[in-house]
């Protein structure tokens, strides 16, 4: 599977990776402004979405990777669609996951809680342009 994580990257003790859910196509959607944006800021991002294609160099895939150590998890999916990957992300133990605005999701964000998994609602676009994503 093709992923923009870079070799670097991967072997860090602490690495950065982003996995980003509910990758879009679309030029109009917020996630694909995401992706544009940690694209420009060479910020290493696994997008899996529905369909396959490449936004800004960042390959979109169709599942879940295995094996890849994530520090953010940012999402695009609304609370129904979400549900299919709860164990995925808590067994990813990432450090933090971003509810983006309408992704809003009480019962897993608990979950999360409870893994001592960071939870932020909050805006991934925002938090980049203003300089605060990492």
């Known amino acids: 599977m093709s992923t923009s994580i870079q070799s670097d990257t991967q072997n860090s003790p602490n690495p950065k990776n982003v996995l980003l859910l509910g990758a879009s196509l679309d030029p109009s959607r917020y996630s694909y402004m995401c992706l544009s944006d940690l694209a420009m800021q060479k910020i290493p991002v696994i997008a899996v979405g529905l369909k396959e294609g490449n936004v800004s160099g ?77």
């Not at 895939?61 to 520090?71: E, Y």
């Not at 940012?74 to 979400?82: C, E």
């Not at 605005?101 to 019962?107: K, S, V």
């Open 58 to 134: 960042i390959q979109i895939v169709k599942s879940v990777p295995d094996g890849q150590a994530i520090h953010t998890v940012t999402l695009y999916l609304g609370a129904r669609n979400q549900e299919p990957y709860f164990e995925y992300i808590l067994n990813l133990k990432p450090v933090r996951v971003i509810f983006n605005p309408g992704t809003e999701n009480p019962g897993f964000e608990k979950k999360l809680e409870e893994a001592g998994i960071e939870v932020l609602a909050a805006c991934s676009i925002m938090m980049l342009h203003a300089g605060i994503f990492f």
